[in-house]
């Protein structure tokens, strides 16, 4: 790890480097704890030494540690805000939304906080053991998920339809004097579990989306364009609530399947899903549907804007987790801080490469853009201390609605796109 000293100070002497005869070359200094090759190839960057880094591509553990003893110098940047995890732990995601629907109700009216019904119903256990009861018993016979709040890739997750199956997280004191001595109980959340999601092929999946925040004040969000379907690997049916390979789309739990096909895969490209729902459900439909996805990540970012602590230094990359049910309302599952970027195939690979590509575009290190876009590559501004509206003539529309700038699904010219946007680094020619 970076000294607490050094951490980022050094880097302004990487930013800029001579080559011999005096001639300048711009280069980034990328410390990074995995990914090193990727991210290393995404942008004109040089692998560096603990102490001397411009970009730091860290984990959460390394932020917690870090974070308050390190001095950066201006154009230092790092890939997570200080308290990112109100938003992508479980319980804290979940407490900020119901905050922000409170809000809502009061100063807006029902109407708008309905737009924030997105999310299951929820409670945190222990500490709302008993009024979690109430709401079990007035449903008998419905089926329940526990998650742990902060851990990741379906470890610890469980369904459950009797209250014994949770006694460990009861706080009513009936736990013995044994019992007390052991370590606390690992908070976890209690969700009602979704019993008709929406199946292609008979097996259910869900979303992974991802958004990029480069500022909190005033809120700056990019959607990404591309992303993925995760399916479980066995048809859907609520007669085996144990089974892990049928309610759980996690690709960590679905490759150990004895039937996984790792060169089939388990997984969609978005472009592919929002085609196969628009033959089936018509384009007005699915255009409602990407609109309500859309409003997810706007209404849960604003939820923890005042919450989160803005540093020019930082920016996130998110991965949401999205569930369709029946009738194609989508529910907010949760959302990641360090969504996995590991490859499961040659297309996936493709796709987290362009991701990375873009997002370090978009962070701009090498000072290549004006600050004035609305796309970058396959990214697409939707919020600017408001919502972004695509750059279409009222005319040409025929109507005086505003269209949103966001494009999840859709065809792209990533490529064409970004040679035009960008500009060539020093003594380089434009290709």
Same mark, same amino acid.
């Given at each position: 790890?970076?000294?607490?000293?050094?951490?980022?100070?050094?880097?302004?002497?990487?930013?800029? @480097?001579?080559?011999? #005869?005096?001639?300048?070359?711009?280069?980034?200094?990328? =410390?990074?704890?995995?990914?090193?090759?990727? %991210?290393?190839?995404?942008?004109?960057?040089?692998?560096?030494?603990?102490?001397?880094?411009?970009?730091?591509?860290c984990d959460v553990g390394w932020l917690r540690e870090n974070?308050?003893?390190s001095?950066?110098?201006?154009?230092?940047?790092?890939?997570?805000?200080?308290?990112?995890?109100?938003?992508?732990?479980?319980?804290?995601?979940?407490?900020?939304?119901?905050?922000?629907?409170?809000?809502?109700?009061?100063?807006?009216?029902?109407?708008e906080a309905s737009k924030c019904d997105f999310f299951p119903c929820t409670f945190v256990?222990?500490?709302?053991?008993?009024?979690?009861?109430?709401?079990? @018993?007035?449903?008998? #016979?419905?089926?329940?998920?526990?998650?742990?709040?902060? =851990?990741?890739?379906?470890?610890?997750?469980? %369904?459950?339809?009797?209250?014994?199956?949770?006694?460990?997280w009861r706080k009513d004191g009936s736990r013995s004097e044994e019992q007390k001595d052991e370590a606390q109980v690992e908070s976890y959340v209690a969700q009602r579990y979704i019993e008709n999601p929406y199946l292609i092929a008979?097996?259910?999946?869900?979303?992974?989306?991802?958004?990029?925040?480069?500022?909190?004040?005033?809120l700056k969000a990019w959607l990404y364009r591309d992303g993925f379907a995760r399916f479980s690997n066995t048809r859907f049916s609520l007669s085996s609530i144990d089974d892990q390979y049928v309610h759980l789309t996690n690709v960590a739990v679905q490759k150990t399947s004895p039937d996984y096909d790792p060169e089939k895969g388990c997984k969609w490209q978005m472009q592919q899903l929002r085609q196969y729902l628009t033959a089936k459900h018509g384009f007005e439909t699915v255009q409602t549907l990407f609109k309500e996805i859309d409003n997810i990540f706007i209404r849960s970012l604003l939820s923890v804007q005042k919450t989160i602590i803005n540093d020019?230094?930082?920016?996130?990359?998110?991965?949401?987790?999205?569930?369709?049910?029946?009738?194609?309302?989508?529910?907010?599952?949760?959302?990641n801080a360090s969504p996995s970027l590991t490859a499961s195939s040659q297309e996936d690979y493709?796709?987290?490469?362009?991701?990375?590509?873009?997002?370090?575009?978009?962070?701009?290190?090498?000072?290549?853009?004006?600050?004035?876009e609305k796309r970058v590559g396959v990214f697409d501004l939707m919020w600017n201390d408001g919502p972004v509206h695509m750059d279409v003539g009222?005319?040409?529309?025929?109507?005086?609605?505003?269209?949103?700038?966001?494009?999840?699904?859709?065809?792209?010219?990533?490529q064409k796109q970004l040679q035009q946007l960008l500009k060539p680094f020093p003594g380089q020619k434009r290709t």
């Open positions: 790890l970076p000294s607490q000293q050094t951490a980022g100070h050094k880097g302004a002497c990487g930013s800029q @480097k001579k080559k011999e #005869g005096g001639e300048r070359v711009s280069a980034v200094l990328l =410390r990074c704890v995995s990914l090193s090759f990727m %991210l290393a190839s995404c942008i004109h960057v040089s692998l560096c030494s603990d102490g001397e880094w411009d970009l730091n591509w974070f308050d003893h001095y950066m110098e201006e154009h230092v940047r790092i890939c997570h805000f200080r308290n990112h995890y109100e938003l992508t732990r479980k319980n804290l995601m979940v407490k900020n939304l119901k905050r922000y629907r409170k809000t809502l109700e009061r100063e807006a009216g029902r109407l256990l222990p500490s709302e053991y008993h009024i979690f009861v109430e709401e079990f @018993k007035r449903s008998p #016979g419905s089926t329940w998920i526990m998650k742990p709040v902060a =851990r990741s890739q379906g470890k610890g997750i469980f %369904l459950f339809r009797k209250l014994k199956d949770i006694i460990d008979g097996r259910k999946f869900d979303l992974r989306v991802y958004v990029l925040v480069t500022s909190y004040i005033a020019k230094h930082c920016f996130e990359l998110y991965g949401y987790d999205i569930l369709l049910d029946q009738d194609l309302k989508p529910w907010l599952i949760e959302v493709d796709l987290k490469y362009r991701l990375l590509e873009d997002t370090l575009h978009i962070v701009d290190m090498e000072g290549r853009l004006t600050g004035k009222l005319e040409a529309l025929g109507s005086s609605c505003l269209v949103a700038n966001t494009h999840l699904g859709c065809v792209n010219d990533r």
